[in-house]
């Protein structure tokens, strides 16, 4: 796994032209909602990233025929030859949304035997909302020796209220209540881009749902689902990374092909730091010149700020000229990259789920460790802005959401390259 690290030279303000592709969180959750249609289906811009790779293992473990080009960002898959509904822990030890499995198995076929997924660094993630949905829509579900084994004849509609907004607790309920017999709404329904966009995917497939990206989602169950071909959105959170990127090294960035509808929260905390924006219907374009203002987030659901930018907001604030404050409401543990930028000079304190963050001029590069996906990022854009060079260790955290960045920095102009270790 610890193959490889990133070498990094701050001081390059980055300056071009950046594309991004399908967004990671939606094409995790589509391509196995792909399982419960009875004919082929095909996915288009998908990230060639670890995560995929991992979904892509584990259909053809069930026995669907899946062909998968990773450079042209499509994938086939046909269910009808799956003959499973068991994935060992090895390989939902190695993505934790394989819960989505549980949804579109028991959808499929009635029945799964799921490895229990793991907490993660950011925190226990608990799949409790998961599991008591399922066991209203009629599902027995057990877990016994770390695996999730369920089953139903068949789903039978529910009137669904989670404890908290959930994302994929959201859309694992939506999987399995595609097939189900009768009328289910889920209340306190995540509104997430990528819940639209799974939402959109299984009704081009032939489901009744209506009300995503609303608190409240009806989905009045069918007898079958026929194939489809979808392209997922954008990653929002791929293109938010990269526009910080532009303002902390004080340069000049275009992203295409993202969704700035999706971003406006983040567009507009972008803009509070001092930065010039453009914005197209599918690009954004980042300039900035002089130390960003300080700008205080909290992170909340879709719409509001987004967790998964949070450690990418705490880079921004430590080159910021005054103190911000960043609150982390979504999970427990989501600060792990502050010793890592503390280690670079940056002057960062924790009380409780909010981090106080005081702007320095410089932070110095050093060898600092990924610790989790997004930390990664947060890791890199300080490194891209630290004067002198970094080693960033651990980056496969990164390679499971970030298709190849240090390729897109360099054509930015960062000086970064990937070394075996
Ligand atoms: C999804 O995680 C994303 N992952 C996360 O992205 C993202 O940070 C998160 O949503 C919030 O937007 C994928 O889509 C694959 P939640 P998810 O359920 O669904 C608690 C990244 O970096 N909770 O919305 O797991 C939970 O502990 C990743 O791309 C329960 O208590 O997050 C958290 O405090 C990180 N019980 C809160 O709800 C449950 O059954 C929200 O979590 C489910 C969740």
């Known amino acids: 796994m610890d193959r490889y690290k990133l070498l990094i030279t701050g001081g390059a303000p980055l300056r071009g032209e950046t594309t991004v592709f399908g967004g990671k969180n939606t094409s995790v959750a589509v391509v196995p909602a792909m399982l419960l249609c009875d004919e082929p289906c095909v996915v288009e811009n998908l990230p060639d990233i670890e995560d995929i790779h991992v979904v892509y293992d584990m259909l053809n473990l069930l026995g669907a025929k899946v062909d998968y080009e990773p450079k042209a960002r499509r994938m086939t898959v046909d269910p009808r030859p799956v003959n499973s509904f068991h994935v060992p822990y090895q390989y939902t030890q190695r993505m934790r949304a394989s819960y989505y499995l549980w949804g579109a198995l028991l959808g499929r076929c009635g029945q799964c035997e799921v490895g229990y997924p793991g907490g993660c660094a950011i925190g226990a993630r608990p799949v ?56 289910t709404v889920i209340e306190n329904a995540a509104r997430e881009p990528e819940v639209v966009d799974l939402c959109d995917c299984l009704n081009a497939m032939g489901a009744h749902i209506t009300g995503a990206g609303t608190p409240v989602i009806s989905i009045e169950g069918v007898e079958r689902l026929h194939g489809a071909e979808h392209t997922v959105i954008a990653d929002r959170i791929e293109a938010g990374s990269f526009l910080v990127a532009g303002v902390v090294t004080q ?139 970094s080693t960033v260790d651990r980056i496969y955290h990164l390679d499971r959401g970030y298709e190849r960045m240090e390729e897109k920095l360099r054509a930015l102009g960062a000086d970064i390259v990937r070394i075996d270790v």
């Open 128 to 183: 409790d909302q998961h599991i008591r949905g399922l066991r209203q829509l009629g599902a027995t579900v057990d877990i016994d020796h770390g695996y999730v084994r369920a089953t139903a004849q068949r789903l039978k509609g529910a009137h669904i209220v989670t404890d908290m907004v959930t994302v994929t607790g959201t859309e694992n309920l939506v999987m399995a209540a595609v097939l189900a017999e009768g009328e």
């Open 251 to 389: 340069g000049d960035v275009l992203v295409t092909h993202c969704q700035p509808s999706q971003m406006e929260v983040v567009l507009d905390k972008l803009r509070a730091t001092g930065a010039v924006l453009d914005i197209g219907a599918d690009w954004v374009r980042v300039r900035m010149t002089g130390r960003p203002k300080p700008v205080s987030i909290r992170t909340v659901p879709h719409p509001g700020f987004p967790t998964d930018m949070q450690a990418q907001f705490m880079t921004l604030n430590c080159f910021a000229e005054g103190t911000a404050n960043i609150t982390e409401t979504i999970f427990e543990n989501r600060f792990m990259h502050v010793p890592e930028l503390c280690r670079m000079g940056a002057h960062i304190t924790i009380e409780g789920h909010t981090a106080i963050v005081e702007g320095v001029a410089q932070l110095t590069g050093t060898t600092i460790m990924a610790t989790d996906l997004r930390a990664s990022a947060s890791l890199v854009i300080a490194a891209l802005a630290a004067q002198g060079s």
